[in-house]
DNA sequence: CCCTGATTCGC
DNA sequence: GCGAATCAGG
């Protein structure tokens, strides 16, 4: 296989949208991820952000010609932080979550719904993580899950918008690294009403 | 052990 | 330019 137009593009695209190096190669196929890494950095993307803005930070090895700025020699990287996550596109088949009709409050033989983060106190950043996540869930079907897809539930069982998250798991663990966050609480406030 | 990206270097 | 092997983490 070679590095045809169409496959760069999907390289490039894959790339910025944060999919892994190894997601990548199986995505295009006769490439190990070793491949792709190799001509990201040959195209130069090698950091994730789309657009490289002006300080294109001249390789320590290789000084070029010509400096950009004569009188400012010291400073690597003047980038304040301006990277704005841009999920922008985001073109799968899948429902949007009608979520409607399905408020039926029934509570089948469920009571014990996982860990669904509600009243309980988690780091908001872990929150607001899982939230962002599961808007990218792969929403998987019980039996879709595998030992490295996240086993996080979402939503409702008794509700016909139901999923597992089925992110890639961190490692060994039954949820993706956003939901290891949720579902693995040291153990803070477990003071519940003490009687 | 699983995975990640980064680099090197013969081709 | 390409990518396997290797390196350096998590």
Redesign the pocket.
Known sequence: ???TDERVETLKKMWNEGQ????IAKELGG?????V??????LGL?NRTGVAPQPTPAAPQAAPAAPAQPAAPSRPEPAPQAAAPEPAKEEEDDTPIPMSAARRAIIPAGQPLPPQPSANEISPEALAKVSEVEKGAKKLTLMELTEKTCKWPVGDPATDNFWFCGLPTQ??KPYCEAHVGVAFQPMSSRRDRRR
């Open positions: 296989m070679s590095w892994s190096a190894s997601q490439v190990t991820r070793n491949a890494i190799g001509k990201v950095h040959r090698s490692q060994g």
